[in-house]
């Protein structure tokens, strides 16, 4: 049960802290998409974005706005990026953003977004009716 | 000086929208990562995260909350991405929220995140003082 995130929270799991207020932290990543790759997590242990309470949206987002804001003063990134993966591909359950600097052709274009096409209007037409369905049914 | 986004915000240019509230509007990317691919949008003509204020955040990402909460039951995923570009790799500029429906073994995992490794420990010490140093002077 025991989880680095909330280790490095704690103090137990040694990180290059770059961020902390009272709800939120922000570290490295160890092994960074680039140099600067910071991990910012609520203090809570909560696994995945759905989870996350309505009191922690505006802490947590406020934190990445603002390290997305510091990563060209910091590091003479052109902007940003800002990602969480929910289960799959999330290495950690403990819900982490990733704020990552990025610079223009750092390289990054093109395999980061493979893109498909809708068969037809009424395949996207089909999608996006499921979805509507799915939303007004929460939970 | 005409904005896509702002266009389907206002009805004026055709999308698949899959999300409605006052503040906010998601739409299918016409050419998705994944079929269900949703880029959900501030109203308002905001171009990058930094710029998001305050009384946007929790609208935004609870909605984006609500939309990668939504991908299992709509589209048989078992998780979600949720990714913003900053300036680099930003195709319009209005800010988006991409909320992307994820399946294990789906193919993403390794290229999405090439990773690197820090020279050593100082140089990843300097890396964090650095953000710490910019977070310190905003703006």
């Not at 092994?31 to 309505?54: A, K, Q, S, W, Y």
């Not at 003063?73 to 704020?99: C, D, K, P, Y």
Request: charged share 20%; with cysteine; proline share 8%.
């Amino acid at each position: 049960m025991s989880c680095t995130f909330c280790g490095i929270v704690d103090g137990s799991v040694p990180a290059h802290i770059v961020w902390e207020d009272e709800l939120t932290v922000g570290f490295l990543d160890t092994r960074p998409v680039f140099p600067g790759h910071t991990l910012l997590v609520p203090r809570t242990h909560i696994e995945t974005l759905p989870e996350l309470p309505d009191e922690l949206l505006a802490p947590l987002f406020g934190a990445a706005r603002l390290l997305a804001g510091a990563m060209p003063e910091a590091l003479e990134a052109h902007g940003s990026f800002v990602g969480i993966n929910n289960r799959v591909s999330q290495s950690v359950a403990h819900l982490h953003v990733h704020v990552i600097p990025r610079k223009f052709k750092d390289g990054l274009r093109g395999f980061f977004w493979p893109r498909q096409k809708y068969e037809d209007d009424a395949h996207a037409a089909s999608v996006a009716e499921a979805i509507r369905g799915a939303l007004g049914r929460p939970g």
